[in-house]
């Protein structure tokens, strides 16, 4: 592949460790709202390691007016926790759920960074950059596989309401760039592959002015070459030795007379 090809790919992978970060740490990925007790309202959002809430109270008024509404600070916690979330009682499955899908969008994040580092450590040399596409196309893939298996967890989760307060939840804006991250990196990873395909073909717009052909073409020509060059000595040497032979034949009838 091409230098501008990689930096190209560069950007792109920098692109999604951007936006798959943004979705790990955001804490929007399910948006709970319900009654509360005396007027206020409960708000809670759930990401993939914590749970924030705060509440809405409605003051009443002096005569009759208009009642103020005061928001209350988020306060965050570890989501899921063993006893607060009951864990223990009954919930285990969900927590154990949650949790590993956590843990599974944080691996995707790691194959994304190694990602980035197979193309810098590849695009310093010709013969690198020959090769390391494979391994370039083959970690955007798993940098997109993972959070899709996070997501299809979650979203069972949500869907089955696993948890008793996603009876009433939405998905927020972290559900959503997680699809928008997985699904543009398993398009990375097409483009990757079809470019460095044709550049393995030899295509000049894939692999450059040095289009290279595939090491087994290039071993076979090498072959080819020895061998005529092979021939060309043996026909040299029955050539002199006609020659030669010729030369003896003419003496021959000179000596005899």
């Given at each position: 592949?091409?230098?501008?090809?990689?930096?190209?790919?560069?950007?792109?992978?920098?692109?999604?460790?951007?936006?798959?970060?943004?979705?790990?740490?955001?804490?929007?990925?399910?948006?709970?709202?319900?009654?509360?007790h005396?007027?206020?309202?409960?708000?809670?959002?759930?990401?993939?390691?914590?749970?924030?809430?705060?509440?809405?109270?409605?003051?009443p008024?002096?005569?009759?007016?208009?009642?103020?509404i005061?928001?209350?600070?988020?306060?965050?916690?570890?989501?899921p926790?063993?006893?607060?979330?009951?864990?223990?009682?009954g919930?285990?499955?969900?927590?154990?759920?949650?949790?590993?899908?956590?843990?599974?969008?944080?691996?995707?994040?790691?194959?994304?960074?190694?990602?980035?580092?197979?193309?810098?450590f590849?695009?310093?040399?010709?013969?690198?950059?020959?090769?390391?596409?494979?391994?370039?196309a083959?970690?955007?893939?798993?940098?997109?596989?993972?959070?899709?298996i996070?997501?299809?967890?979650?979203?069972?989760?949500?869907?089955?309401?696993?948890?008793?307060?996603?009876?009433?939840?939405?998905?927020?804006?972290?559900?959503?760039?997680?699809?928008?991250?997985?699904?543009?990196g398993?398009?990375?990873?097409?483009?990757?592959?079809?470019?460095?395909?044709?550049?393995?073909?030899?295509?000049?717009?894939?692999?450059?002015?040095?289009?290279?052909?595939?090491?087994?073409?290039?071993?076979?020509?090498?072959?080819?070459?020895?061998?005529?060059?092979?021939?060309?000595?043996?026909?040299?040497?029955?050539?002199?030795?006609?020659?030669?032979?010729?030369?003896?034949?003419?003496?021959?009838?000179?000596?005899s007379?």
């Open positions: 592949m091409r230098k501008t090809s990689y930096a190209i790919a560069f950007l792109l992978v920098a692109a999604l460790l951007a936006v798959n970060i943004s979705s790990a740490v955001r804490t929007d990925w399910l948006v709970v709202r319900g009654e509360g005396l007027g206020s309202h409960d708000l809670a959002r759930f990401g993939l390691a914590k749970r924030c809430s705060r509440d809405l109270l409605e003051i008024a002096p005569d009759d007016g208009e009642p103020e005061v928001y209350s600070d988020w306060e965050c916690r570890p989501f926790m063993s006893i607060r979330d009951h864990c223990e009682q919930n285990r499955r969900f927590c154990v759920s949650w949790a590993t899908s956590s843990y599974i969008y944080e691996i995707g994040l790691g194959f994304n960074v190694l990602a980035l580092l197979a193309i810098a590849g695009v310093s040399t010709h013969s690198r950059r020959r090769r390391i596409w494979k391994a370039v083959g970690l955007v893939g798993l940098a997109a596989l993972f959070p899709m996070a997501f299809a967890v979650i979203s069972d989760l949500y869907r089955t309401a696993k948890f008793w307060e996603f009876a009433r939840a939405r998905p927020g804006a972290g559900y959503y760039i997680s699809i928008v991250y997985w699904v543009a398993f398009v990375v990873t097409g483009l990757v592959v079809t470019n460095g395909v044709a550049a393995a073909k030899g295509h000049a717009w894939a692999a450059g002015k040095r289009a290279y052909r595939p090491i087994l073409s290039r071993n076979a020509s090498r072959a080819h070459s020895r061998a005529h060059s092979h021939s060309r000595r043996s026909v040299g040497r029955t050539h002199s030795q006609h020659s030669v032979a010729a030369a003896a034949s003419n003496v021959e009838p000179a000596s007379a």
